[in-house]
């Protein structure tokens, strides 16, 4: 079998680019200011915000079952009639559109809020297997790994543009600036709908359309073909161990991304200036790690560069919930008068370093194990993984805190990638490239 080869430069540069336009969807609504000011300001619920985190985390969890539902049978339909970017194109400007609503929730206006960040999120969260499935057309699976990395460092790149100019124009969340940080929407959607330009504009849609048989609709022959690839991937053992994995890796990826600027405010107490240098933190180190595993990955192979990033997770983890206890223990082992925040700060490095080479390497071991022509199929049961895990892994960590506190339920997340390292190990690397090269070869036999 002819291997893809590799794309040109203007292409896989453009598809990037929609890495870099989406990050400010997730950063500025999800992670950095509307999911703190949906708790504090929307909900309002203090001192602990329990009602808060958890109406949060079940709007997402909500958005998350929407995609799990729609992704394989769009993914399905997409592979036959060659219209992924078509699929792309709707999710995007739904995305821009809904996120761009926000603006007009006021505080109190808990349903309104919860109805636009499920519809909102919804799109955008199935837009990332959408451009994801255009991946293996980019190059040698041997060179996906860079390709991804590429991508994720550019996507946290343009999270850092979007988020420093929110931060420094639009102020801190609180009620007092409500009518200046409700413009974090609009400016959201406006960033996401101008910077992914290049990406449709230089992406191409590789294959011919197929017609629809006679008899079936869209939806039918989504079922249908979506049914024969879920009998596929039990012929590949070693994609479904990597789905298995991807699934408790991303439960707690989708946690620290939900949940960790709510975490800085309510646990760690951090003042305005730490959590912006936090952000600046995660945004360098996430770009540098998806980078630098994307380029071990072509040497090391995808599975080692992949248990490497499980292990630093692991390590970050550790980092974060521990961060009240070992503050006083390094000031009275130095001599030095830190706070809780400060040492945060170290957490927040190894949590840039995971979370950029965790999601990077995944996705590109998912292309390396995927056959061609089943592209969109394929990633569309990576998302759905990746979904089931979001829902999963918030609202498991949404029912905890509840019960216990936001501090200590984030060993949850401990858990999850323990199970993700333990559930990857059978994977054999070789052996699973090998079968989707081979039923590539046997269905054009056929």
């Known amino acids: 079998m002819v291997e893809a080869r590799r794309a040109p430069a203007r ?34 619920d203090g001192p602990d915000y329990r009602l808060g985190n958890f109406l949060w985390s079940l709007a997402l969890a909500i958005s998350y079952l929407m995609v799990v539902v729609a992704n394989p049978v769009c993914g399905a339909v997409m592979d036959h ?59 040698p699976r041997d060179e996906l790994g860079w390709i991804s ?3 994720w460092s ?127 933190t995660v945004q360098i180190t996430a770009a540098i790690g998806a980078i630098l595993f994307g380029w071990l990955q072509g040497r090391i192979g995808a599975k080692t560069t992949y248990l490497m990033t499980l292990v630093l997770w692991v390590v970050a983890i550790l980092a974060i ?23 945060f700060l170290f957490a927040g490095v190894l949590s840039g370093l995971s979370l950029g080479s965790a999601q990077s390497a995944g996705r590109a071991l998912v292309g390396v194990l995927t056959p061609s022509g089943k592209a969109a199929e ?6 759905t993984a990746s979904k089931l895990a979001a829902i999963f892994g918030i609202l498991g960590l949404g029912f905890i805190q509840w019960a216990l ?11 999850l990638f323990v199970l993700a390292m333990v559930t990857v190990l059978p994977l054999n690397e070789a052996r699973g490239r090998a079968a989707a090269e081979g039923w590539r070869d046997s269905e054009e036999a056929a």
């Open 405 to 415: 506190g936001l501090a200590d339920a984030i060993l949850f997340c401990l858990v």
């Open 149 to 151: 990395g590429l991508g």
């Open 321 to 343: 919930w521990q961060t009240p206890a070992v503050t006083p223990l390094i000031n009275a082992a130095f001599g030095v008068a830190l706070e809780a925040q400060d040492v």
């Open 81 to 139: 009639t060659r219209s992924r970017k078509r699929f792309l194109f709707a999710s995007y400007l739904l995305t821009v559109g809904a996120t761009g609503l926000l603006y007009f929730v006021e505080p109190g206006w808990i349903v309104t809020a919860v109805i636009l960040i499920i519809v909102s999120n919804f799109a955008y969260a199935i837009g990332e297997g959408f451009i994801s499935s255009f991946l293996p057309d980019l190059g």
């Open 378 to 383: 394929f990633f569309g049961f990576w998302g």
């Open 11 to 44: 292409e896989i540069f453009g598809w990037a680019m929609f890495d870099f336009a989406n990050q400010a969807y997730t950063l500025l609504i999800i992670t950095v200011v509307f999911g703190d000011l949906f708790t504090r300001v929307i909900v309002g």
């Open 154 to 280: 550019l996507g946290y790149v343009g999270g850092l543009v979007a988020t420093a100019f929110t931060l420094a124009f639009l102020g801190d969340v609180s009620a007092e600036n409500y009518d200046t940080i409700r413009w974090v929407g609009p400016f959201a959607a406006v960033f996401f709908l101008v910077t992914a330009i290049p990406t449709f504009a230089w992406l191409k849609e590789r294959g011919h359309a197929r017609p629809i048989p006679n008899g079936q609709s869209l939806v039918s022959l989504g079922m249908h073909r979506m049914l024969e690839t879920a009998r596929a991937v039990t012929y590949f053992r070693d994609l479904r161990a990597l789905l298995v994995s991807i699934f408790f890796s991303m439960a707690g990826i989708y946690i620290i991304v939900s949940f960790s600027f709510i975490y800085g405010s309510q646990v760690i107490k951090w003042d305005e200036a730490t959590r912006v240098l936090m952000f600046i």
